[in-house]
């Protein structure tokens, strides 16, 4: 669970990024795009249509990848969701300023993706790491189940699925403090989650190794 409120604020600041930096753009998602793609085409205005596709297009393909990585490579997809973050922010870091907004996140647009996918599951809940609208469904509606009922699997549920909003917006509250100071330079700052991140993957891989090397010990004895 650490490791899940950890990459949720990874989501909750590259979408505080994106919209703050860059015309109130949501990077993590494509439901705004899709309804603005739709209202130009049936408006007759075209205007920046081509870079609403390439957003789209970039964002399906985040998707395609998750899909051939989790078919043919043998790395696990959160080391690989962890990796690809990081080098969107340095591409974003380092990239001069590009004048289109959708351009200039299309790193985000690749990688939240992926990200979701690579961290969709956390203590046997479903939970998107990179926007809020299921996780606060979820958290409102387990919290009043539990209030009605007093069932104390409810109330697990609707902890987890708080503290899951409450990272993602920890995060978001990052990319507002730096974006304030630094502007589009705030990106760097994403690295304070990946961090946190990478250490609780870390932790958990050791964990798990250690959980495994106990049991083929006592399988030894036993034989």
């Known amino acids: 669970m650490l490791l899940h409120y950890a990459v949720s604020m990874i989501g909750g600041f590259l979408g505080g990024y994106a919209i703050i930096n860059h015309s109130d753009i949501f990077g993590n998602a494509q439901t705004a795009n899709l309804i603005h793609l739709v209202t130009k085409i049936f408006s007759g205005n075209f205007s920046g249509i081509v870079f609403l596709i390439l957003s789209l297009a970039t964002y399906m393909a985040g998707n395609v990848f998750c899909v051939i990585a989790e078919k043919f490579f043998k790395t696990d997809l959160r080391l690989i969701s962890l990796a690809f973050t990081s080098c969107a922010v340095i591409i974003i870091g380092v990239v001069p300023s590009v004048a289109n907004d959708y351009i200039a996140i299309l790193p985000i647009l690749f990688v ?41 699997k409810q109330r697990d549920k609707a902890k987890f699925f708080w503290s899951t909003l409450a990272s993602f917006h920890m995060g978001v509250a990052l990319s507002c403090v730096s974006s304030l100071v630094l502007g589009v330079e705030s990106i760097w700052f994403c690295f304070i989650p990946i961090m946190l991140s990478a250490t609780a993957y870390v932790r958990l891989e050791q964990k798990n190794i250690g959980f495994i090397r106990k049991n083929v010990s006592k399988a030894e004895k036993t034989i």
């Open 112 to 152: 939240t993706p992926v990200q979701w996918n690579a961290f969709r599951e956390a203590n046997g809940y479903i939970s998107a790491t990179i926007f809020s609208t299921n996780n606060l469904r979820q958290a409102t509606t387990s919290l009043a189940s539990y209030l009605i009922d007093r069932d104390e």
